[in-house]
């Protein structure tokens, strides 16, 4: 919202809506009458950070901003690119933040199918998905609506007058459709990847180190790990080796398969202590754990 709102009060045209916005806000009519007339954008946005509360209360401001501008004549096309980096980036920072947004992304889609949206569904959608990947998120909807349509025996896109979503049917949605059923099969390009991806020992090296991790319900320690590693090439401990699994590692986690768990205070004090793993998506955990779970140790 500080680059969005940065942007518009640099246009001749938007600016007028980053105005009305702030109407009969003395604050921020202040603000916008001190600002330099020369000023770029990099020092905008530092000046918007710091002397707004637009990067507190986003959400607030977002739906606002979102208004106006629809009810300009003259459209303004928003692209976002990489947007599930951001919510990832966004989740680092505060994992809350990420949460209420993508609550207003679900309660966007309920909205356009004209179906009410009860708080408990929207936090159990979040719950089952874990990791706020969009994409996950997006196909998790998907199989409740189609759930959603069968029970009821509408045919067409149209579900709005029959009923609404339980928490019931999203669980049922997640653990048979996503997990277990047709819908299952969006999941298989993560592990046909490895085969395309992650050449000869590399790759089974990959699959039993999935394999152990869907398995367990905590984060797994990098030595554990490493003895997976040579066990699953026949290889004994040595430098090269030891350098082969930490770039195996390192590029599971650039591919989003898995995530490095930061060391607790405690262990802090110890510089020996090893990292542990996990997978990223909890969703992507679950499944390849039913169907990949047998392999590793």
Request: glycine share 6%; with cysteine.
């Amino acid at each position: 919202m500080v680059e969005l709102t940065a942007a518009l009060l640099r246009d001749h045209h938007f600016s007028r809506v980053i105005r009305n916005l702030w109407e009969g806000t003395v604050e921020f009519g202040r603000f916008l009458r001190n600002l330099p007339s020369s000023i770029d954008i990099g020092k905008l946005k530092i000046e918007i950070r710091e002397g707004t509360n637009v990067s507190e209360q986003w959400d607030a401001y977002g739906e606002r901003i979102m208004a106006l501008l629809a009810s300009e004549e003259l459209s303004l096309l928003l692209l976002i690119d990489e947007f599930a980096i951001m919510v990832s980036c966004i989740a680092e920072r505060s994992h809350e933040d990420a949460k209420k947004l993508l609550r207003r992304y679900i309660q966007a889609i309920f909205f356009s199918r004209q179906i009410n949206l009860e708080p408990e569904v929207s936090d159990t959608i979040l719950e089952l998905v874990g990791t706020p990947i969009p994409y996950l998120l997006a196909v998790l909807l998907t199989a409740v609506f189609d759930r959603h349509r069968a029970m009821h025996g509408v045919h067409g896109p149209d579900i709005s007058l029959y009923g609404t979503v339980t928490v019931e049917m999203v669980k049922a949605a997640f653990e048979d459709d996503l997990l277990g059923g047709a819908t299952s099969a969006v999941f298989q390009h993560y592990r046909s990847r490895i085969g395309q991806y992650y050449p000869g020992q590399e790759g089974q090296a990959a699959k039993a180190i999935l394999g152990v991790l869907s398995r367990s319900e905590s984060p797994v320690k990098q030595d554990r790990l490493y003895l997976i590693f040579l066990k699953s090439g026949n290889l004994q401990p040595s430098m090269q080796t030891q350098e082969d699994f930490m770039r195996l590692m390192r590029k599971l986690d650039n591919d989003f398969y898995i995530v490095t768990q930061d060391r607790s205070p405690a262990s802090c004090t110890s510089p020996s202590t090893s990292p542990s793993y996990a997978f990223f998506s909890r969703v992507l955990q679950a499944w390849w754990r039913n169907h990949y779970g047998f392999q590793g140790e």
